[in-house]
């Protein structure tokens, strides 16, 4: 008489739930009605998957060929200039200005090398005048290579902070600096602007 309405439906639905066998307790692992598989069809499907995977040898040859094909495209980036597949360390508008900025100018750092040889010869030659000479040259390269970068690096810090003000400019006039110490046709990238032209 005073039974909820809730209780009267409770009791309707267990009433008619149907009556399982309790003799036959269902594996509690098992998802409901489904019995466990046997072992031998478990194997038999793992086999099958494990089949259509590949093997180690496979993927290892697959990861060598994707490896090789990466690196040539970025091999031809390098020689072409292609933004999409330069190393990370070369990619960007503030990178590339800083590489047009320094192949558009001459650099006393990418005369090193050949004055480095000249200076090395005379200084092998069993003359003293020769070897003052070569002592001599050797302090007056270096004091202008290191003048050159300081003015390159300021000029350049300040085209930066014109050009891109809200960019990241971390590491662009180091990168700038030690491509100046490169021969202009050893450089990599390749250089996309002339001597002289304005980048």
Request: no cysteine.
């Amino acid at each position: 008489m005073f039974r909820s309405r809730a209780k009267e439906e409770k009791a309707q639905a267990a009433d008619k739930a149907p009556v399982t066998d309790s003799s036959q307790p269902r594996h509690p692992e098992a998802p409901k009605g489904r019995p466990t598989p046997k072992r031998s069809q478990a194997q038999s499907q793992r086999r099958s998957v494990a089949n259509t995977s590949m093997t180690r040898k496979e993927a290892a040859k697959r990861q060598r060929e994707e490896r090789r094909a990466a690196l040539e495209r970025q091999r031809q980036a390098l020689a072409s200039g292609d933004e999409r597949y330069l190393p990370a360390r070369d990619k960007g508008p503030v990178r590339r200005f800083a590489r047009d900025f320094v192949d558009s100018r001459f650099n006393i750092a990418e005369f090193f090398l050949p004055m480095a040889v000249v200076i090395l010869v005379l200084s092998m030659v069993r003359v003293t005048a020769l070897q003052n000479i070569a002592l001599l040259l050797w302090l007056v390269v270096i004091v202008l290579i290191v003048l050159d970068s300081f003015v390159t690096g300021f000029r350049l810090k300040k085209r930066l902070n014109e050009r891109f003000p809200d960019d990241n400019k971390r590491g662009a006039v180091a990168y700038a600096l030690m491509r100046s110490l490169q021969m202009r046709r050893l450089r990599l990238p390749k250089p996309q602007v002339k001597r002289g032209e304005r980048p």
